[in-house]
T-cell receptor, first 113, second 115 residues
Framework: GQQLNQSPQSMFIQEGEDVSMNCTSS?????WLWYKQDPGEGPVLLIA?????ELTSNGRLTAQFGITRKDSFLNISASIPSDVGIYFC?????????????FGQGTILTVHP | GAVVSQHPSRVICKSGTSVKIECRSL??????MFWYRQFPKQSLMLMAT?????????EQGVEKDKFLINHASLTLSTLTVTSAHPEDSSFYIC???????????FGPGTRLTVL
């Protein structure tokens, strides 16, 4: 089946630093979604990308849909303590049944004040 | 986005009992909802797709007789873990998709602990 490889697995940064994480796939994805999950909560959608090359921002977050349609990255600028959590990329891929998403392994972000 | 609720948020039960988890769409009618399971420090794994008025579609390796899904209305899907065992202890999360654009909105999750 389709797999998403997300890196890094974890990051430990100081408050105020910028963060970058990425997701790659062996197959083409038609949509890239980035979610954040706080401990004990369900994931929350941060950014959705639909076109190759698309660059979208949501506050301090910026995500891009890779031109090859096999990768995406998420940047967080000027990190703050509440950015702590697990960030997941996800996508349906080509040929995937309606609505079924594949998730990356997640990036655990720790922000030191 | 959509607002999805789950009940209960936490449940502890004895081995062999059955547990029902409810997933409600609070602001949209959802013909399709999804059930995921997440083990500690792991990613979300899709268990099944819940279809209103018809049978759920289960992912490979998920026992349909153990994880019963009912989607009797456009705002409610339920997952029943039958004869639960300690290995079923996990975080169960439901989601719904709006407008067919692949964006899924998740409930807050249910933490199941089987003793």
């Amino acid at each position: 089946g389709q797999q998403l490889n997300q890196s890094p697995q974890s990051m430990f940064i100081q408050e105020g630093e910028d963060v970058s994480m990425n997701c790659t796939s062996s197959s083409i994805f038609n949509t890239w979604l980035w979610y954040k999950q706080d401990p004990g909560e369900g994931p929350v959608l941060l950014i959705a990308l639909y076109k190759a090359g698309e660059l979208t921002s949501n506050g301090r977050l910026t995500a891009q849909f890779g031109i090859t349609r096999k990768d995406s990255f998420l940047n967080i600028s000027a990190s703050i303590p509440s950015d702590v959590g697990i960030y997941f990329c996800a996508g349906p891929g080509r040929g995937t049944s309606y609505g079924k998403l594949t998730f990356g392994q997640g990036t655990i972000l720790t922000v030191h004040p | 986005g959509a607002v999805v609720s789950q009940h209960p948020s936490r449940v502890i039960c004895k081995s062999g009992t059955s547990v029902k988890i409810e997933c409600r769409s609070l602001d949209f009618q959802a013909t399709t909802m999804f059930w995921y399971r997440q083990f500690p420090k792991q990613s979300l794994m899709l268990m099944a797709t819940s279809n209103e008025g018809s049978k759920a579609t289960y992912e490979q390796g998920v026992e349909k007789d153990k994880f019963l899904i009912n989607h009797a209305s456009l705002t409610l899907s339920t997952l029943t873990v039958t004869s639960a065992h300690p290995e079923d202890s996990s975080f169960y999360i439901c989601s719904e998709e709006l407008a067919g654009d692949n964006e899924q909105f998740f409930g807050p999750g249910t933490r199941l602990t089987v003793l």
